[in-house]
């Protein structure tokens, strides 16, 4: 059976490659031995896509190839390395060679001593081969279009541009966005755990690395070690659930920014918390009439995309609530500056209109559209008046709920609804009870989907648990992946 040949760099800032193919045991003896491969130095022997596993089955190679970087961050103290943990910042799209880069701030001293650091960026993303099937006019389009669409034609020309968009990535990716996903992924993650050694997997998945990490427990549990997966999604949930957890994680997250605001004296939305939820619905109200004029040459003014995607994002993280706020009394005075840089960093826009190649919006297409199955156009178009009704200023942020993966011509994953990851061991899942992008609701989930999932949440808002402040988080997770002390489920920090 054909298998695959890893390397990686010693040095803790510099990236090298992975590859597949035939020469694995070469690439093991250098693994285990003192020679590594050279900083950017490239395996000829590159990954390809898999079909089948690689626990014993046949591989089936086909098409295109790939070559799969990684960076490792050595234990800081080998006498005492417990084995290697693989890191997944999820996205999906993100980076994990910085994600590795900087785990001084991601992970505290104990586990940095216990563990080598390795961070990878995913197939077709980052360093990996990216698949740039985007332009940088798709990206723009993406939020220059009116998502609460007023009438049919309104409607006709966002939900074309959509499946547009969708349909010229596949094109322009080729047969190489048609494997980035993460089903694809996880078999890459346990070939790369059986060339550092290591009988099991040590993983830490953050967002959208939660549901790599679910489905490589589903598909190899036996070769499951200490897993974290935190502020996560669940492969079982249903368009409905998600919707439920979505609406549930943003008002909880916009209740705390607000009740933070208006006990301030600069609070751009007055002293009144209703009063403060309502300005912000007019204000999408009058943009979607008036867009916000800028200063800058490349973007004129916005409109409610870009809006209500720089309100969204400023509620990832307390850090940006200070940038809300002053954004939110800049756009009631009809500019919208301050919200636009802040959306333009976090894709990774520039000033002349370019996309850093890079940025996660290449990737979402891609592996959302492999990893989910095609939602109902009726019951999309129901939930949307619903939420009109029952949650107005969630309606008015996302806009009109529809799919743009009905177009996507490669397979899709078909989940299963079952319970995952029947004979893994204990899986640590934990989640701040106010969390916009990956809500409470979700994370709870994937800890009763799991057979042994272990929940703990964090009485915390913003988007990730560990080592963001909660020191009894802190503390249960270190004891977990450092000790192997495995906490009672359902525990409150």
Request: aromatic letters at 8%; one cysteine or more.
């Amino acid at each position: 059976m054909a298998m695959s040949a890893l390397a990686v760099a010693e040095l803790s800032d510099q990236p090298v490659y992975v590859g597949v193919g035939s020469s694995s045991q070469n690439m093991v003896e250098q693994w285990h031995g003192t020679a590594f491969v050279q900083p950017y130095q490239r395996v000829r022997d590159t990954v390809r896509f898999l079909r089948a596993a690689f626990a014993g089955e046949r591989v089936t190679f086909h098409g295109d190839t790939f070559e799969v970087a990684l960076r490792k961050v050595p234990a800081l103290d080998p006498s005492k390395k417990l084995g290697t943990l693989f890191l997944n910042p999820g996205g999906p799209g993100a980076s994990g060679l910085e994600y590795a880069q900087f785990s001084s701030f991601v992970f505290s001293n104990a586990v940095r001593t216990a563990y080598d650091i390795v961070g990878f960026d995913p197939r077709g993303i980052g360093q990996s081969d990216a698949v740039t099937c985007l332009s940088d006019e798709d990206m723009d389009l993406l939020f220059e279009n009116d998502p609460t669409p007023d009438d049919d034609t309104e409607r006709a020309k966002l939900l074309g541009d959509a499946n547009a968009i969708t349909e010229r990535c596949a094109k322009s990716g080729g047969e190489r966005a048609l494997h980035m996903s993460s089903t694809e992924v996880a078999r890459d993650l346990d070939v790369m755990r059986a060339l550092v050694g290591d009988e099991r997997l040590n993983f830490f998945g953050v967002s959208y690395g939660t549901f790599l990490g679910a489905l490589y427990a589903d598909r190899f549990p036996e070769r499951v070690g200490r897993f974290i997966l935190d502020s996560a999604v669940s492969p079982n949930q249903t368009d409905q659930q998600e919707l439920g957890y979505d609406v549930q994680g943003f008002e909880s997250s916009m209740d705390a920014f607000i009740e933070w605001c208006v006990s301030r004296d600069d609070c751009a939305l007055g002293t009144d918390a209703d009063g403060a939820r309502d300005r912000i619905a007019a204000l999408l109200d009058d943009v979607d009439r008036r867009p916000l004029e800028t200063s800058r040459g490349d973007i004129e003014s916005i409109g409610e995309g870009w809006l209500g995607f720089a309100i969204f994002m400023c509620l990832y993280s307390e850090d940006y609530w200070p940038t809300l706020n002053k954004g939110l009394a800049e756009a009631l005075d009809g500019r919208g500056d301050i919200l636009l840089a802040h959306a333009m960093t976090i894709v990774g826009r520039s000033t002349s209109g370019e996309y850093d190649t890079g940025s996660y919006l290449q990737a979402m297409i891609p592996v959302r559209c492999a990893d989910w199955p095609a939602s109902s156009p009726d019951e999309l178009a129901a939930q949307s008046r619903r939420t009109r009704t029952e949650h107005p200023l969630w309606s008015r942020m996302t806009g009109l709920q529809y799919d743009n993966c009905g177009t996507w011509p490669g397979e899709v994953r078909k989940p299963s609804g079952t319970t995952l990851g029947k004979g893994a061991a204990p899986i640590l899942v934990i989640g701040n009870l106010r969390d916009p992008a990956t809500p409470i609701g979700g994370t709870k989930q994937l800890a009763a989907d799991l057979a042994s999932g272990i929940l703990v949440t964090s009485d915390h808002d913003g988007h990730g648990t560990y080592y963001a402040g909660n020191s009894c988080v802190d503390s249960i997770v270190d004891s977990y992946l450092v000790k192997g002390s495995v906490p009672a489920s359902d525990q409150a920090c």
